[in-house]
């Protein structure tokens, strides 16, 4: 299929579509016109043409050809931003091109344009996956994770340079627009509609399977909180996942259900707790179904859950989930997996917010030795056991021993994740924490400050933990006398 042939597919499923809009009636030259076509359609004629999209109504006062024009194009997106492509590239106004197309016939701007045949115009569906304002690489390439990855896509990603190429074509054809952003692009969103309409009527484009590219190209290229710079990148995709994650699917496919995991990871790690439940849960129905209750990627699933629980405050929801992780992945990894410890870690801290300090000490400790021994004592897996065994001394008030635990994880977190890390920041608050109760008021507000500073850079500063910091930072200046 080429863009000829999607051109002419809009024009013929979608004629007789004005009658959606409002009308109103105006006159030009003698002949009634529907003004039924929203702003934002004739923004993009405007657009698309190289013209103004400001004070569209003056534009229309003072030149109604360009409303003619609309109502000539049947206000088709599509129809409407390759003639704009064309008045752009020949230096053709307007008025020009509705004189010229009054006599040609409505067909004239698509053969004209339409000359530079695209070959791989299927590969214009892989931009109608996700948010339009911002497409870029990695995003569409993402897709491939689909255990039944379509030609066009292949062929679309096969590399980043045929990848440009395909954009530069589309961006010929004002369909797709660069942003400021290296290596970003975006689509208007009336093109995207209407687009996302053809591919639904398109007897060769599987609706379904676009639904279900969607969410695995958002959800497999969510970045870990592990990884150094992850916040940013979270931060990108959120539009995308919102987006995406009110797509319809049920079934066992397993790449859907990884999908949905790290959809849940995505929301969990930006505090959007209750999202963060909804696509655990798809994803776990997923998995279950699929591989079975026991399966260490089920598992997966249930200890995410356990730790949106613990969080939630749901504290038997909580448990159970964790004890049902750790004791799947001893008999299916192993104890000394490095999930296995992970898990023996989150439910050790479990234990600590319970009171149960003498449990969350032996869970911490075994976390601990096991990650020092098949890790090694600078890996972040590591660190985040050193972390949660200081978080226990502190409730212990042991307060000697949090601080070198803290300490500890500061320096290693620095080293491998960086100063602005969530994990640094993370344990610099622990370390303030344990500064204030044994009344190192000055080290507790530097550490408080730096934290603060940080969380607001990468987070909402209306976040609930960065707003409970400025508070204790606040109290603590008070109590300091400044």
């Not at 208007?188 to 379904?208: E, F, G, R």
């Amino acid at each position: 299929m080429d863009l000829a042939t999607s051109a002419r597919s809009i024009a013929i499923s979608l004629s007789g579509s004005i009658s959606i809009f409002e009308k109103a009636s105006v006159r030009h030259g003698g002949v009634g016109l529907d003004r039924s076509f929203p702003v934002r359609v004739i923004q993009l004629l405007l657009q698309s043409s190289g013209l103004s999209a400001n004070n569209t109504i003056r534009e229309l006062e003072s030149n109604p050809d360009t409303l003619a024009l609309a109502n000539r194009l049947d206000g088709l997106p599509l129809a409407i931003v390759i003639a704009g492509a064309l008045m752009r590239e020949t230096g053709t106004s307007i008025t020009e091109y509705y004189s010229i197309t009054k006599n040609l016939g409505p067909t004239y701007s698509y053969n004209r344009i339409l000359d530079k045949r695209d070959p791989n115009a299927e590969s214009f569906y892989s931009y109608l996956l996700t948010d339009n304002r911002d497409i870029w690489y990695e995003l569409v390439r993402s897709g491939c994770h689909s255990s039944n990855v379509p030609a066009w896509l292949k062929k679309t990603v096969s590399s980043e340079l045929t990848f440009k190429i395909g954009v530069k074509t589309l961006i010929g054809f004002s369909l797709l627009e660069a942003k400021e952003q290296a290596g970003s692009y975006a689509m208007h969103p009336v093109v995207q509609d209407w687009c996302i309409h053809l591919a639904k009527t398109d007897k060769n484009v599987d609706s379904i399977q676009l639904d279900g590219l969607a969410l695995i190209s958002v959800g497999y290229i969510v970045p870990s909180s592990k990884e150094r710079n992850y916040s940013a990148l979270q931060q990108r995709l959120l539009p995308h996942a919102n987006y995406v994650r009110h797509r319809s699917w049920s079934g066992d496919n397993i790449a859907i259900s990884g999908a949905f995991l790290g959809l849940g990871d995505l929301y969990s790690d930006q505090g959007e707790l209750k999202e963060a439940g909804k696509m655990y849960w798809r994803a776990l129905a997923g998995r279950e179904a699929a591989l079975g209750p026991d399966n260490a990627a089920t598992l997966d699933t249930v200890h995410g859950l356990g730790y949106l629980y613990r969080y939630q405050g749901k504290l038997k929801e909580a448990e159970e989930m964790y004890q049902r992780a750790l004791a799947g992945y001893e008999r299916a990894l192993g104890p000394d997996h490095p999930s296995t410890l992970n898990t023996a870690n989150n439910l050790g801290l479990f234990y600590s917010d319970q009171g149960k300090l003498k449990e969350a000490k032996e869970m911490c400790q075994r976390a601990l030795e096991g990650t020092e021994k098949t890790l090694g004592p600078d890996h972040t897996a590591t660190l985040r056991t050193v972390h949660g065994l200081g978080l226990v001394c502190s409730d212990q008030v042991r307060f000697k021993e949090a601080e070198e635990m803290y300490q500890r994880a500061l320096a290693g977190y620095e080293k491998a994740l960086g100063p602005d890390h969530t994990s640094t920041l993370d344990a610099a608050h622990g370390l303030g924490l344990v500064y204030s109760d044994q009344g190192k008021f000055k080290e507790a507000e530097e550490m408080y400050q730096r934290v603060l500073t940080g969380k607001e850079q990468a987070l909402d500063p209306g976040y609930n933990r960065t707003r409970r910091l400025a508070e204790r930072l606040n109290a603590l200046k008070i109590a300091n006398g400044k």
